[in-house]
């Protein structure tokens, strides 16, 4: 599929093609795309009615845990249509307005991710570290606080960002390179100055991802000491385990963050590679949270085997 390479002042439509160099398997790497989301959406459901549902769970982590289910679910919706379109039925066009919306419910949606992870760590931190404290420090109003915080966080962060690319009048293309409208796959079709479009977008990356995970990493650093100056070894293998389905969230949504992030600006990855690994970076954690949450947290556990054994008895 060719497009002519012109200026274009305003325009009201983007294309977006889907994954370089692979269009003639794009129809077939749908597939397992469409597993992931539905996993990813069936998984954060019921871990949704679960936790709503079992006044057991009614607790700091398991709330932080709902909320990110919640943002997971937002992620998928935001992403999976469009991109799958693309896959299956070649519906490459995009009204312009209608891909900065997209770009700021994904951007929005990842800043929430991160800053609901750094909540969970000090979750953690604060029931290991200063257990007779918990329930005073994490009251039902500081949760709202914090949750509303990380929301407006992001929000008002991550919103500057269309604005900014809104003010672009002239683009050399309008095909964007890329199987969602991420910000740096448009900033890279502007015909003039973006230099404070980079420049904002970098910023935004370390204001919120940057600096959750220095504060993720504080966490589990004092976490760590105060579990191996434990004199019982079942009290420190209790305190680990409490934390292992945290860390493996953790490293997963960071570690591929930070590669698609470099990659995009300063790497010199094939295209293709770059956005398997990025649509992969956005998708991949929202599947894997319910599961990893499901068989590390005893609770969830014990409720998942419920439903499905009472609903076996009952048919």
Same mark, same amino acid.
């Given at each position: 599929?060719?497009?002519?390479?012109? &200026?274009?002042?305003?325009?009201?439509?983007?294309?977006?093609?889907?994954?370089?160099?692979?269009?003639?398997?794009?129809?077939?790497?749908?597939?397992?795309?469409?597993?992931?989301?539905?996993?990813?959406?069936?998984?954060? +459901?019921?871990? !949704?009615?679960?936790?709503?549902?079992?006044?057991?769970?009614?607790?700091? %982590?398991?709330?932080?845990?709902?909320?990110?289910?919640?943002?997971?679910?937002?992620?998928?919706?935001?992403?999976?249509?469009?991109?799958?379109?693309?896959?299956?039925? &070649? &519906?490459?066009?995009?009204?312009?307005?209608?891909? +900065?919306?997209?770009?700021?419910?994904?951007?929005?949606?990842?800043? %929430?991710?991160?800053?609901?992870?750094?909540? %969970?760590?000090?979750?953690?931190?604060?029931?290991?570290?200063?257990?007779?404290?918990?329930? &005073?420090?994490?009251?039902?109003?500081?949760?709202?606080?914090?949750?509303?915080?990380?929301?407006?966080?992001?929000?008002?962060?991550?919103?500057? +960002?269309?604005? #900014?690319?809104?003010?672009? @009048?002239?683009?050399?293309?309008?095909?964007?390179?890329?199987?969602?409208?991420?910000? %740096?796959?448009?900033? @890279? #079709?502007?015909?003039?100055?973006?230099?404070?479009? @980079?420049?904002?977008?970098?910023?935004?990356?370390?204001?919120?991802?940057?600096?959750?995970?220095?504060?993720?990493?504080?966490?589990?650093?004092?976490?760590?000491?105060?579990?191996?100056?434990?004199?019982?070894?079942?009290?420190?293998?209790?305190?680990?385990?409490?934390?292992?389905?945290?860390?493996?969230?953790?490293?997963?949504?960071?570690?591929?963050?930070?590669?698609?992030?470099?990659?995009?600006?300063?790497?010199?990855?094939?295209?293709?590679?770059?956005?398997?690994?990025?649509?992969?970076? !956005?998708?991949?954690?929202?599947?894997?949270?319910?599961?990893?949450?499901?068989?590390?947290?005893?609770?969830?556990?014990?409720?998942?085997?419920?439903?499905?054994?009472?609903?076996?008895?009952?048919?």
């Amino acid at each position: 599929m060719g497009y002519d390479n012109l &200026s274009y002042l305003n325009p009201r439509t983007v294309i977006l093609i889907g994954i370089p160099g692979l269009e003639h398997v794009q129809f077939w790497i749908g597939f397992p795309f469409f597993i992931v989301c539905l996993v990813a959406l069936l998984g954060n +459901l019921f871990l !949704l009615v679960i936790i709503s549902t079992e006044r057991s769970l009614h607790q700091p %982590m398991y709330i932080f845990l709902a909320v990110l289910a919640a943002t997971d679910l937002g992620l998928c919706l935001a992403i999976a249509p469009k991109m799958l379109a693309i896959f299956w039925f &070649s &519906s490459c066009s995009m009204a312009f307005d209608a891909c +900065l919306t997209q770009l700021f419910f994904i951007h929005t949606l990842q800043g %929430m991710e991160s800053g609901i992870l750094l909540a %969970m760590a000090f979750d953690r931190y604060v029931a290991i570290c200063h257990p007779l404290r918990h329930t &005073s420090i994490l009251t039902p109003l500081f949760l709202l606080q914090v949750v509303l915080m990380v929301a407006v966080r992001a929000t008002v962060l991550v919103g500057i +960002l269309p604005i #900014l690319l809104k003010q672009l @009048k002239w683009f050399h293309s309008v095909v964007i390179v890329h199987s969602y409208c991420e910000h %740096m796959a448009v900033v @890279k #079709l502007a015909a003039e100055d973006v230099h404070v479009n @980079k420049s904002y977008g970098l910023f935004v990356a370390f204001a919120i991802l940057g600096f959750d995970m220095i504060f993720v990493f504080i966490s589990y650093i004092l976490i760590f000491r105060a579990v191996f100056h434990l004199p019982q070894k079942e009290a420190r293998n209790k305190a680990f385990n409490t934390c292992t389905a945290h860390i493996v969230i953790f490293l997963e949504f960071y570690i591929l963050a930070f590669f698609s992030f470099f990659s995009h600006r300063f790497g010199h990855v094939s295209p293709y590679v770059h956005i398997l690994l990025s649509t992969i970076y !956005l998708l991949l954690p929202p599947a894997l949270n319910p599961i990893v949450y499901g068989v590390k947290t005893k609770e969830i556990r014990r409720r998942v085997v419920q439903f499905f054994f009472l609903n076996s008895n009952t048919q």
